[in-house]
């Protein structure tokens, strides 16, 4: 496994998924947006997953799983926002499980925080 080209991968399709989301978001369909913003940060973490463990990263969706097998110290407020992306990754994932639709004012804000943590994630590269 190319280690470089693994990190590009992760990065550059985050890049990608984050342009989605606002997209989706400025398009009103929030759900599926948020979806997406979880999908930018889980990319994001998981190109560290690669730089710290030189493996391809697990096949999990758990963000706060997959911090633990990085070297990163996200601050209090990076938690709980992983937290809150997590709450909008089972939309996607299992249908059953309907959250309630935030104003799109919350959800520009998510987006925002989203755009702010992938720099983050990118800058510790």
Not at 69 to 85: G, N, R, V, W
Request: proline share 5%.
């Amino acid at each position: 496994m190319e280690v470089k080209k693994q990190i590009e991968h992760w990065i550059n399709t985050a890049v990608d998924d984050l342009e989605t989301a606002e997209l989706l978001i400025k398009n009103n369909k929030i759900l599926f947006g948020l979806f997406i913003c979880h999908l930018c940060i889980e990319k994001g973490i998981k190109a560290h997953v690669v730089r710290c463990t030189f493996n391809v990263p697990p096949k999990v969706h758990n963000l706060s799983y997959l911090l633990e097998k990085t070297d990163l110290i996200p601050s209090e407020s990076q938690l709980l926002f992983c937290d809150t992306l997590m709450y909008y990754q089972l939309e996607g994932r299992y249908p059953a499980f309907y959250p309630k639709i935030p104003t799109q004012a919350k959800s520009e804000e998510i987006l925002q925080q989203t755009k702010d943590l992938l720099q983050w994630l990118k800058a510790k590269l």
